[in-house]
């Protein structure tokens, strides 16, 4: 993956440091208006049928990522929900739900990507680093669990802990 660093796309900052993204009490970064023009993408999924039934809370915790987006500045018009992968199997990257996401940034569409936890982007470690590397190119901003995360540092936890470099997990989901 090449990794350009800084212009992360908040003022005042090259870089997110660990102490902004496990610090919620500390003021929000403010976000630049080429990402705010463009859309921000809630990107939504559970795996089963069974987890959309059953785990009602997972739903409404992923899409409370929409009031997120809207506390970094997002007007309610430029925040969109896809959730058409809830019930489908992050394993493939074939996923309806997941292939309008990356249409849409590679239309230039998309200023941010707000997903709950890495996982719900996929248990696919190839598409996962494809989706960053394609963020990077795109200038795409990634938040996960409400933090911004620097897609162009591949040494941050929410970037790199998901394939190979965190322990243990069930990868089957």
């Known amino acids: 993956m090449s990794v350009r660093r800084g212009g992360a796309g908040f003022s005042g900052r090259s870089k ?6 496990g610090n919620e009490e500390e003021a929000m970064p403010k976000i630049e208006a080429r990402y705010l023009r ?7 999924r559970q795996s ?3 987890q959309v039934e ?24 430029r925040i969109i929900a896809i959730d058409e992968d809830l019930g489908v199997s992050g394993a493939s990257a074939g ?15 998309v200023g941010a990507v ?6 719900r982007g996929g248990r696919d470690p190839v598409a996962w ?20 995360t620097d897609a162009h540092d ?5 970037v790199s802990r998901r394939h190979g470099k965190r322990g243990g997990g069930n990868d089957k989901t």
Do not use: C, P
């Open 154 to 158: 591949s040494a941050q936890q929410n």
């Open 48 to 50: 089963t049928l069974a």
């Open 129 to 148: 680093f494809q989706l960053l590397e394609l963020m990077v190119q795109k200038d795409v901003l990634l938040f996960v669990d409400g933090r911004l």
């Open 54 to 77: 059953g785990n009602e809370n997972s739903r409404l915790y992923q899409e409370s990522q929409k009031e997120v987006a809207h506390r970094y500045g997002w007007a309610e018009n």
């Open 114 to 119: 707000f997903i709950s936890d890495v996982t």
């Open 95 to 109: 996923r309806a739900g997941y292939q309008r996401l990356l249409r849409l940034i590679r239309e230039g569409q």
């Open 38 to 44: 463009r859309l921000s993408a809630v990107y939504e």
């Open 16 to 21: 997110i440091s660990a102490e902004d993204m």
